[in-house]
C-alpha cells in the first residue's frame, strides 16, 4: 500500500511542505519507455486517397448524418452533474481544512524516467492532531494530480494510468473509498462498450459526372480540377468540392439528364468537330436570339429563363460525360461563342440569363474550358467584357481570345483544322453525307495582295479527280483546266475562269474524269489589296467508282 509522508524536517524557510507518493509497484518502473515506443501512426489507406475527402465521405460530411451518428451524443449531462457535485464537496471540505493545508502543494516524486520512485520511510512521524485535515488535502492531490496527470506526457516520465494508480492509492486509506474507486473506474468502460457496440455507417458513396470521388486514377482527375480552380489551396478545394455536391443535389442533376427540355436551342448551342488537340468544340451562336419568337419564348419571364438554364446545364452535363477522364485523356473542350448579330446590352432579359449561368458554370464546372474564342466581336461586347472582367479568374481570363468579324476564320485556323471548322465560320466542314470528311486534311495557302497562285492535282489513267476549295471573303477570281502530260495533247477547260464573291458560294466541289495521264491546274488570282486564305483537298478514285 501507498504511505503518505510529510517532511516535518524541512528548512523553515521552504513555505510549502513536500508530498511525496509512495507506490509498491515496482513493474511501473520498467513499463514502457515512451520515446522509443510512439504512438503508432494510422495506416495509410491509399496515397492516391486524400485524406480530406476519405474523412468527409467517412462523416457523411456531404449529406445529413444518420441518426446513428447523434444518439451516442445525448449522454454527457449524468457525467457531467456527478463532478459539480464532487466539487462541490471538495470546496465545502477545503473551507474546513485550514488555509496553511490548503496552500501546500503536494508533489509526486518523478527522478526516474518512465518509473515512479518507491521510498520506505520508517520512522514516520504521525501528521499534526486535526486527523481530518490531512484526509481533505489529499482528495484536493486527487483531483489536481489527476488533471494534471494528462498533460505529463513530454518528457516519458510518466503515463496517465501510472499517475491515476499512484493518486487511488494515497486517496483512499478507508475500504469504502476502495469500494468507490473501481466502480468509478467501471462506468466509463461499460459507456465504451456501449460506443462499440453502435455499428459505424459505412462511407457514404458521392459521384460527380458519373465518377466517384475517391474510386481510381479518374477520380483524381476530377479533384485536381477543383485544386486548380483554386490555386491548389487544399482547403478551399474541399469546400468547393462539397458546394458543389450540395448544388448538383438542390438542382436536381442526374433528373435532369433525362428530362426533356426541347430542341428549340439545338442552333444556339452544339458540338462539332475537335480543335488541334484533340478537345471537342462546342458552338455558341447568340446571333440566334435576334429572332424575336425565339428571344420570347426563351427569356420572356423567370420560368422561361429557368427553363433556359436547365436547358444550358443539361446540355453541358451530356458533353462532360463523353468526356475521357483517365489521366492522360482529353477532359476538357473550346468554347466558341459567334456574337454576330447578337442582341445588344439592351436586352436586360439575356444579360440577367447569361450572367447567372457563368456564375454557375464557374462555381460548379472547373477547369472544363481548354479555351473560350469569342468571333464576330462587336465594339459595344469589348466594354461589356471589362464590366464582367473583375467577376472572373485570373486563370479563367487567361483563356480567352477575342476577333473581330475580319479575323474570326483566322482565329479560329489556329487553335481548330480548316476541316473541322464549319462552312458558316470559314471552314469546309458541312453536315449530311458529303464526298470529303473531317478525316480528310486541308491544305492552307496564304496568297498575298495583287497576287496569282495555282494547285496542281497530279492524276493517273483512268482516273476521277475530286477536289473541293474555298477562300475565305473570296472577291477572287477562280478557274480550272487539264494539261494533258502528252506533247501533243489537248488542254481541256475544267471550270471558266470567273469572279467569285463571298455570297456567290462558300464553297466549290468539282470533279474531272479522264483516261490519259496528266495534271488538273487551279488558279487564283487575287487582285484585292488584303491578304487571302486558300483552303483546298482533293482526291482521286477508280474510274469504275
Given at each position: ?97 485550514p ?26 512521524p504521525?501528521p ?46 478507508p ?52 485544386l ?18 450540395s ?25 462539332q ?46 458533353s ?8 492522360t ?26 450572367n ?133 495533247g ?24 479522264t ?31
Open positions: 500500500m501507498a504511505q503518505e509522508t510529510l517532511n516535518s524536517e524541512s528548512p523553515p524557510a521552504a513555505p510549502a511542505q513536500e508530498l511525496s507518493v509512495v507506490v509498491e509497484k515496482p513493474q511501473v518502473t520498467e513499463k514502457e519507455p515512451q520515446p522509443s515506443a510512439p504512438a503508432p501512426l494510422p495506416e495509410p489507406e491509399v496515397p492516391e486517397k486524400p485524406a480530406l475527402i476519405q474523412e468527409a465521405l467517412n462523416n457523411h460530411e456531404f449529406t445529413a448524418k444518420p441518426e446513428a451518428e447523434e444518439k451516442p451524443v445525448a449522454e454527457p449531462e449524468p457525467k457531467k452533474e456527478e463532478e459539480e457535485n464532487k466539487e462541490e464537496k471538495k470546496e465545502e471540505k477545503e473551507e474546513e481544512t488555509a496553511a493545508a490548503i496552500s501546500e502543494e503536494p508533489k509526486i516524486v518523478t527522478d526516474a524516467p518512465a518509473a515512479v520512485e518507491v521510498k520506505e520511510e520508517e520512522n514516520t504521525p499534526p492532531p486535526p486527523a481530518e485535515a490531512p484526509a481533505a488535502e489529499v482528495v484536493v492531490v486527487e483531483t489536481e494530480v489527476a488533471e494534471k496527470a494528462k498533460a505529463v506526457d513530454d518528457d516519458g516520465a510518466k503515463t496517465v494510468e501510472a499517475i491515476e494508480e499512484s493518486v487511488v492509492a494515497v486517496a483512499a486509506p475500504a469504502e473509498k476502495e469500494k468507490e474507486e473501481p466502480s468509478a473506474e467501471v462506468a466509463p468502460q461499460s459507456e465504451e462498450t456501449k460506443e462499440a457496440q453502435v455499428p459505424s455507417p459505412p462511407p457514404e458513396e458521392v459521384s460527380i459526372w458519373g465518377i466517384p470521388l475517391l474510386a481510381d486514377e479518374k477520380s483524381d482527375v476530377i479533384l485536381l480540377k477543383f486548380r480552380a483554386r490555386d491548389f489551396k487544399v482547403k478551399d478545394a474541399f469546400a468547393m468540392i462539397k458546394n458543389t455536391v448544388w448538383r443535389k438542390e438542382f436536381g442533376i442526374e433528373t435532369l439528364l433525362d428530362e426533356d427540355l426541347g430542341n428549340e436551342l439545338e442552333k444556339v448551342v452544339f458540338m468537330g475537335f480543335d488541334k488537340e484533340g478537345h471537342p468544340v462546342c458552338y455558341n451562336v447568340y446571333g440566334e436570339f435576334q429572332n424575336k419568337e425565339l428571344y420570347q419564348n426563351t427569356f420572356a419571364d423567370e420560368e422561361k429563363r429557368s427553363k433556359f438554364l436547365r436547358w444550358r446545364i443539361q446540355f453541358l452535363e451530356k462532360i460525360r463523353k468526356l475521357d477522364f483517365n489521366p485523356g482529353i477532359n476538357t473542350m473550346v468554347q466558341v461563342n459567334d456574337l454576330k448579330n447578337s442582341p445588344g446590352p439592351g436586352k436586360k432579359e439575356l444579360r440577367q440569363a447569361t447567372q449561368a457563368l456564375n454557375l458554370l464557374q462555381d460548379n464546372y472547373p477547369e472544363f474550358v481548354a479555351k473560350q474564342v469569342f468571333i464576330n466581336v462587336p465594339w459595344w461586347y469589348l466594354a461589356f467584357n471589362r464590366m464582367i472582367s473583375p467577376f472572373l479568374t485570373q486563370r479563367t481570363k487567361s483563356k480567352f481570345v477575342f476577333a473581330s468579324p475580319a479575323k474570326s476564320a483566322e482565329t479560329l485556323f489556329k487553335y481548330i483544322a480548316p476541316e473541322q471548322v464549319p462552312v458558316q465560320y470559314g471552314g469546309l466542314s458541312r453536315e449530311g453525307e458529303q464526298e470529303f470528311s473531317v478525316a480528310d486534311a486541308v491544305t492552307e495557302v496564304t496568297i498575298k495582295p495583287a497576287a496569282k497562285h495555282s494547285v496542281e492535282f497530279p492524276i493517273t489513267e483512268n482516273c476521277n479527280l475530286v477536289w473541293e476549295l474555298r477562300v475565305v471573303g473570296w472577291e477572287v477570281n477562280y478557274g480550272a483546266e487539264f494539261v494533258p502530260t502528252a506533247e501533243d489537248y488542254t481541256v477547260i475544267v471550270s471558266k475562269t470567273r469572279k467569285v464573291s463571298s455570297v456567290d458560294e462558300t464553297v466549290i466541289s468539282d470533279s474531272f474524269k483516261g490519259e495521264p496528266g495534271k488538273v491546274v487551279l488558279t487564283i488570282d487575287n487582285q484585292t489589296s488584303k491578304k487571302k486564305k486558300l483552303l483546298y483537298r482533293s482526291k482521286t478514285k477508280p474510274c469504275s467508282d
